[in-house]
């Protein structure tokens, strides 16, 4: 962990007038998290992820002098949408486009305004705290109250070629206004093979009324370790829709957690994992529910290849005396090879008897029947497969509403679907 | 032409089909009967290529090629078709979609221009009409939520739009009731002509009424026992199959 310490410091001299109270949660929360430690499979929260590899390796914080050229054409950009650029780690103002409505703040002024979303939910989990004590990147993000923003706002967080192994710690607050809609993209893209290291935190608050879309695209390169905390709370009448892709990186943790601040919140989560070659992605969610007349609805698919392995841990808590619950949670799961390998466990946690509780986890092979009847009209055994598995994944693609935005998924599902099938 | 010579056939080293020869010509359509077990369903599994069926010996052949030598895919590309008995649910494949790819892959095969998405539906359109199917199940996915009834008219759709040359109707008639059947066999009818051939397996002579063979083959335990013509089926009907067994 030394070299920790030394990126520490080096921040701490890069920044020598930053703000008093941060530096002091900065200080502090690095305290933490040298006393807390990485995890180890001794964690049950951790149990089905080795960081022994991560652990060896080292990284050095982006400074000023890692911008690189900005490149001609900005990969991932989805068309037609409003866009926040963040080139390895250093936010591009003047390449942005943001509509009325829509206000990029500080982490000095979100933090002068709620210190607490800055510890929220952070002290079981090292790699929050590490982005507490290091975040050098990502924005507060205001959507003003009673405002549609009818186009989706993609923030797309690049890694360019890189010439040393870097890491970042993005940070990204969401403040949706009461009675406001929007759609925010969060979009990590890397093109590095150098090993490098993503470990962000978001933190969404929606407020009464409002109604927040986010769809979250993890796209590294397999060279990268991305780690994630997501926070999501909904205050009274709040609907959220969340869908979280992710087909890159070489190890990927990503714990998302949902709390209903107020009676009749509306959260639904989907998320769909690719995994191929060494690939592990392990996520863990968890719904609390402590208020009335809230909806749940959960669901993940992974399709693993080759020797990937994937972990899905949900967990659903309804707290004692809330009234009429509606919270499910599915994880179905397609291995396309025998040596992949996937570990599921959902979990129901329930204090409280008003509740219509569902959960449920599948893990299979392609259907050979299916795949037999699609052959016999003609189709070929790879076509066949390829309709199969795309199928598979529709059920989490047909719940992104904007059509650039699904176009983008889609081809990018279609592009690995291409690929791994060409390996065997 | 298909024929099939002194096939013996089976699954896990046990011996289902027990050398069965049968010639059916262009223009034909033959029936097999028989109870459950009798090797029924083996008999189109090999025909269509199903994995896990092995032929022990025999030969199947059609227009002089070895069948049985073929992929799955190159059998149907090459005319051969199976209206399923328990047509398979493929969650999230539109079945739209589903169709005109296979089409496309025919089309490709025979060196003829694909199907573009709009003359496609036009297409399709018409074929629906044929089979009184709702436009509905157009924009659904392959047999999600298909009543039974729903399922054997999407076969018969299939059949259709594909035009294969040499069709097996697998229990077609089960689970449909009499309006369903009529007009599942109609869509049948419809379709034959000089070219085209038929083997239709079935329980019962109920499909037989709508859907007239040229040839009636009785299977019992993997043994053609008896052929006949179209009046062998009354003959089964009032009798059943005891007064042919050994």
Redesign the interface.
Known sequence: MSYLNQQFDALLKYWPDEDKNIRTLRTNSFDQFNTIGFPTRRWEEWQFTDFSKFIKKQFRLSWADDLPNIPKSIPGLIPDLNFILIINGHYQSQLSALPDGVRVSTHLEDFNTDENIYTYGSSQNPFQVLNTAMMNSGVPIHIESNQIIEKPIQIIYLMTNLSEPLMNHPRFHYHIGENSQATIVEHYIGLSDQPYFVNSVSHATIGNNASFNHVRIQEETESASHIASTHYQLETDAQLNATHFSWGGELFRHDIQITFNGNGGDATLNGLCLTENHQHHDQHVTVDHQHDGCNSHQLFKYILGDKSSGVFNGKVIVRENTKQTDADQSNKNLLLSPDALMNANPQLEIYSEDVKCAHGSTTGQI????L??????????R?ATE??I??????ITKSITNENISDYINEKINQWLRSSNNDD | MLEIKNLHAGVDGKEILKGINLIIKPGELHAIMGRNGSGKSTLANIITGRDNYEVMKGSVTYNGKDLLDMLPEDRALSGIFMSFQYPVVIPGVNNTYFLRAALNAKLKHQGLKEMNAVDFMHLIREKLNRVQMDEKYLTRAVNDGFSGGEKKRNEILQMLTLEPTFSILDETDSGLDIDALKIVANGVNNFRNKERSFLAITHYQRLLEYMEPDFIHVLIDGEIVKSGDKTLAAELEKKGYSWLEK
């Not at chain 1, 037999?372 to 055994?381: E, I, K, N, V």
């Open positions: 259907d050979s029947e299916a037999f009847y699609m052959r016999s009209r003609g189709l070929t055994q076509k309709l199969i795309s199928g598979f994944a529709e059920e």
